[in-house]
């Protein structure tokens, strides 16, 4: 029988999106209360104004987060252990491929490892922690999600074009990261479902300094990303965990 809960969930969605501002994050955790059903979400962000200003909607809280440190990963679990008992989804929107003092690589000639060791604590290293320290509360023995926005630019096997070194490097590792956890997490939690996901060429902060010659019919609105994302999740079973989607629901090799 078709659940009729979000993401084919056999209960009320208690969900964590980890950088939930705005975006696709924003998108996706706007997306989840939008149902009755959905019991709470927690959002995190690093802007303090935005989580000290509070939600309007009494099902959701915000946090702050930056997901490159342990500590503050350790507290939010405690947090979500303690008070939002029953999480069953976690969706990483996080990411970074470009700010005010990162720009892409176009040639190994721009190879810097300071500007690398950043976009790594991102893409990679923060996943990592999301890992250690959350994945471990979702339910051991009923359907759980935990995601991760990737980027089809971190299959290697995909890679025709070359550049942006360090971006591609740390979403492929991003995506051995979130491989290997879906591998240990089949003994204790054989329904999870723990995947990467590509959420196509997506109109935000991120993606605007690369996109602005690409035809408008090519280009996603972040709503439209996320319930794309969301639609993706909701098809997929704990057979297909391990591996990276994209938004149509293809699996993208590695």
Known sequence: MQSVFPLGLSRP??????????????????ALLAHESTLAVSVTSRDLDWVAAGSDDERCTRHVLDITKAEPMQALASYLKEEQQGLNVIINCTGVLHNENIDPERSWRH????????????????????????????PRHERSIFASLSARVG????????????????????????????????????RLLCVTLHPGTVKT??????????????????????????????????KDSGYHYAWDGQRIPW
């Open 13 to 30: 969605v208690s969900a964590l999106v980890i950088g939930g501002k705005d975006g696709i994050g924003g998108a996706i955790a706007q």
């Open 155 to 190: 299959s290697i096997g995909d890679n025709q074009l070359g550049g942006w070194y360090s971006y591609r490097a740390s979403k492929a590792a991003q995506n051995m990261v979130i491989r290997t956890g879906a591998i240990e997490a089949k003994r204790s939690r054989p």
């Open 205 to 238: 902060a991120l993606s605007d300094p690369f996109t602005k010659r690409k035809p408008a019919d090519q280009l996603f609105s972040s709503d439209q990303s996320g319930n794309h994302l969301i639609e993706v999740l909701s098809g997929l079973t704990a």
């Open 111 to 138: 190879l810097d490892m300071d500007t690398m060791q950043k976009v790594f604590a991102v893409n990679t290293f923060g996943v990592a922690l999301a890992v250690r320290y959350l994945l471990p509360l979702l």
